[in-house]
């Protein structure tokens, strides 16, 4: 299986939460090599770190790979705020070297152009009402924490990870209207900016397919789903799982990265 890549994209790590997997990001970034990496929003939860999170030394670890990643490997890094780490706008836009960090980017590759964007400018509760958004944000923290408890009783049994809080908003029927919305509303400004795709995270929710004619591309989370999108150097999309990886063989088998499916999902086969 292909470990260098053209663009790795990841958002929604939420370094300084106890629901971050940082230990699984630094090993993910061992892993896998690439000319690009586009960090998109929330990769640092200063929400919760007003409130009660706690900044750990494998949290710095994250970006002690980065860093070696642009020292050793040359990798461009592209740092996107999102809404969680919205301390940011204080120094953005901010280029040093191979790093970067802005509020979002347009991509070209092979001849299309992706408008990559965290995705919470365009959520009217996080934009307007944002005392709604702290509310949901804590009520979110909680699922996070039972899910937490539900895992460590399914490892007792042998049983593989299981994510409630993906499980509760795919049966919330208000929870799924929103989702098609964003992502119909995303679709909708890459168009207005003369954009073939949009690239996002924020909704937690990884995913590939086309929306009335637009690639919508969403690099979902490592909180939950811990997953990234990746771009060969033929411009081919898709997504990786860690939870589908194998590390103890080296290299990972054919199966283990997840495109996705039809009718749902549709993977973007070349940039052309």
């Given at each position: 299986m292909e470990t260098n890549f053209k663009t790795i994209v990841l958002s929604d790590i939420h370094l300084g939460t106890k629901g971050s997997k940082a230990k699984e990001v630094v090993r993910f970034l061992k892993q896998y090599q690439c000319e690009n990496l586009?960090?998109?929003?929330d990769i640092i939860d200063g929400w919760q770190l007003k409130k009660s999170g706690s900044w750990k030394r494998k949290h710095t670890r994250v970006f002690n790979?980065?860093?070696?990643?642009?020292?050793?490997?040359?990798t461009k890094v592209v740092y996107l705020r999102g809404n969680h780490d919205?301390?940011?706008d204080q120094v953005l836009p901010l280029e040093i070297g191979?790093?970067?960090?802005q509020k979002d980017l347009v991509y070209e590759s092979q001849g299309k152009k992706y408008f990559i964007t965290h995705g919470d400018v365009f959520d009217n509760i996080t934009t307007n009402l944002r005392w709604i958004a702290y509310l949901g944000d804590m009520g979110y923290t909680f699922l996070l924490w039972l899910n937490t408890r539900v895992n460590h009783y399914r490892r007792k049994k042998g049983l593989p990870y299981y994510s409630l809080s993906q499980y509760v908003k795919s049966k919330v029927k208000?929870?799924?209207?929103y989702i098609d919305g964003f992502e119909t509303e995303l679709?909708?400004?890459?168009?207005?900016?003369?954009?073939?795709g949009i690239i996002?995270?924020?909704?937690?929710?990884?995913?590939i397919r086309t929306i009335d004619g637009i690639d919508y591309l969403n690099s979902g989370d490592w909180v939950e789903s811990l997953s990234a999108l990746a771009e060969d150097h033929e411009g081919n999309w898709q997504l990786i799982y860690?939870?589908?990886l194998d590390f103890g063989k080296g290299q990972q088998e054919e199966s283990k990265v997840i495109p996705l499916r039809e009718p749902t999902v549709s993977r973007i086969d070349k940039f052309s």
């Open positions: 586009i960090l998109n929003g790979r980065v860093l070696k990643m642009i020292d050793c490997d040359r919205d301390f940011l191979n790093l970067s960090i208000s929870a799924v209207s679709c909708k400004i890459a168009r207005s900016k003369g954009c073939d996002c995270g924020h909704i937690h929710k990884a995913e860690y939870n589908e």
